[in-house]
């Protein structure tokens, strides 16, 4: 997959999250769709506004990327394409190419996992305990642990994910836990 492709799926979940937080609708979102036309279907004030606010900003937003970078809202209109809009931020993006972006999220990754493992096992203990080649089940062992690392993480990452932290990470060794969230983020149908 090309770095234009994860931005414009990236603004798939951003659209989706702004639509409804809560309970994110699953529209049918192209390159090719028309932010001013269904589903979308914003008016010009709201993408040039609100919409655009949420495109430099961090929680759905592009903040990794733009790292404050002026963005030009006022040249978003209603019939920007979302592959458009893709290729604005990536024209203004301070992280040029996918293996950048990997390397970026890996460490972003490495360090909620390891934190987070760490948080939930009973008793805590330190991140730096943590081996990267242990399997996530010897520590965390419970259902409930499990399925808090997979909420925490989900939570965490929401902006990121293309597909969710499932079973398939929490049932590998931390090290490949960490690499299977980043393919989650980078690859379609991952």
């Known amino acids: 997959m090309a770095f234009a492709d994860v931005i414009i799926r990236r603004l798939f979940l951003t659209i989706r999250y702004i639509k409804d937080p809560d309970h994110p609708p699953?529209?049918?979102?192209?390159?090719?769709?028309?932010?001013?036309?269904?589903?979308?279907?914003?008016?010009?004030?709201?993408?040039?506004?609100?919409?655009?606010?949420?495109?430099?900003?961090?929680?759905?937003?592009?903040?990794?990327?733009?790292?404050?970078?002026?963005?030009?809202?006022?040249?978003?209109?209603?019939?920007?394409?979302?592959?458009?809009?893709?290729?604005m931020i990536l024209?203004?993006?301070?992280?040029?190419?996918?293996?950048?972006?990997?390397?970026?999220?890996?460490?972003?990754?490495?360090?909620?996992?390891?934190?987070?493992?760490?948080?939930?096992?009973?008793?805590?203990?330190?991140?730096?305990?943590?081996?990267?080649d242990v399997e996530i089940k010897s520590y965390l062992t419970t259902k409930n642990q499990i399925e808090s690392l997979k909420a925490l993480l989900n939570a965490e990452f929401k902006k990121y994910l293309l597909t969710p932290v499932d079973d398939f990470v929490v049932n590998s060794t931390v090290g490949r836990g960490v690499r299977r969230i980043v393919l989650s983020m980078t690859e379609v149908g991952s």
């Open 26 to 87: 699953n529209l049918q979102l192209s390159g090719d769709s028309k932010l001013g036309v269904p589903p979308v279907g914003w008016d010009a004030a709201f993408i040039q506004g609100e919409f655009c606010g949420h495109v430099m900003g961090k929680n759905y937003g592009f903040d990794d990327l733009l790292k404050g970078e002026p963005f030009p809202c006022n040249t978003l209109a209603r019939d920007t394409t979302i592959a458009a809009l893709a290729g």
């Open 91 to 132: 024209a203004r993006s301070v992280v040029k190419t996918l293996d950048d972006y990997r390397t970026n999220l890996e460490l972003q990754v490495h360090n909620a996992l390891f934190r987070d493992i760490a948080n939930l096992k009973l008793p805590p203990i330190d991140p730096g305990e943590i081996e990267p």
